[in-house]
């Protein structure tokens, strides 16, 4: 059996790796801190990508040193290709809590609907991309398997650009609506909705990317020939750097600054009523005996 390599389409960059691993590692502890300090938690998919982006660009930066080790290059890739999904995930559960905020009848879809429609096609495409991302990365010279690990990874990738594509469109369709009927609403949540245009467009972007690369890799020559899958500038100009960009956002535009948390949402089942109103109630009731 041949020796695992590494980087056989290019040299890698070093600095790259770095630079990008210590990016994610601040935006990570940045989101942490902030999520702790406000008390939420809906956020901890966000956190599970940032997270995920980190970790990759570390086995990344730890192979390029080590690249007969197979298993921390597996791992690696795998981890920064299933991440955007993961932000995915995060995004649809943001959105989700601006619709209830704003009035749920706006959306031609329920809120409640969201999580387990959008996150449920998610965790889909994230178990295909990793699953084919695994095969692909762990198979060296068996044509059929890398072909058949690009069919499951590059399907993966298309259930997760459709999916968005359709939530784009879905809460566009919202935003259009709520602007009109309640637009002092809107104005409470416009930066945040801002912030998710640009997330989505940027992990769009890298999705499309990442389809086109997997989809021209020919696998028949050695080692496997492909422009974006033998240029290592496309992997961090669109996918690193769209990511990062992505993930930062919402440090800036932090979703609890514009959020009501959950025990303040008007649709609560257990509203207190004050004991005012009974009183007053009860008063005038002995007014009409």
């Known amino acids: 059996m ?33 999520s702790a300090r406000a008390k939420i938690y809906y956020l901890w998919a966000l956190m599970l990508a940032t997270a995920l982006e980190c970790a990759g660009y570390i086995l990344r930066e730890y192979t390029i040193h080590h690249r007969t080790e197979k298993t921390p290059s597996v791992i690696g890739q795998v981890f920064i290709i299933v991440a955007p999904a993961c932000l995915a995930a995060a995004l649809y559960m943001v959105v989700g ?13 329920r809120p409640s609907w969201i999580t387990p429609i959008f996150v449920g096609f998610d965790i889909l495409s994230i178990g295909m991309q990793a ?9 060296d010279d068996n044509l059929d398997k890398l072909k058949k690990a ?19 469109v879905l809460t566009g369709w919202f935003d259009r609506r709520a602007t009109k009927a309640s637009p002092r609403k809107m104005v409470t949540v416009r930066m945040l909705m801002i912030a ?5 467009a940027l992990i769009m972007i890298r999705s499309i990317y990442r389809a086109i690369e997997f989809i021209t890799v020919d696998f028949n020559s050695r080692p496997p020939r492909g ?11 669109l996918d690193a750097l769209p990511i990062a960009i992505a993930t930062g956002v919402y440090n800036v535009i932090f979703p609890a600054k514009y959020l009501r948390r959950d025990e303040e949402h008007p649709d609560t089942k257990n509203v207190e009523v004050p004991l005012s109103s009974f009183e007053g109630d009860r008063l005038k009731g002995g007014n009409h005996a």
């Open 2 to 34: 041949p020796r695992y390599q590494a980087f056989k389409q290019y040299e890698p960059s070093q600095a790259a790796a770095i630079i990008f691993a210590v990016l994610f590692g601040i935006l990570l502890a940045a989101h942490t801190w902030q």
């Open 227 to 237: 422009y974006f899958f033998n240029v290592e500038w496309a992997y961090y100009v």
């Open 97 to 109: 809590r601006i619709m209830t905020q704003v009035g749920a009848s706006h959306s031609i879809i």
């Open 131 to 139: 699953l084919g991302a695994a095969m692909l990365f762990n198979t």
């Open 196 to 200: 998710f245009y640009i997330t989505g």
């Open 150 to 168: 690009r069919s499951i990874l590059t399907i993966g990738l298309m259930i997760q650009i459709v999916a968005f594509a359709i939530f784009l």
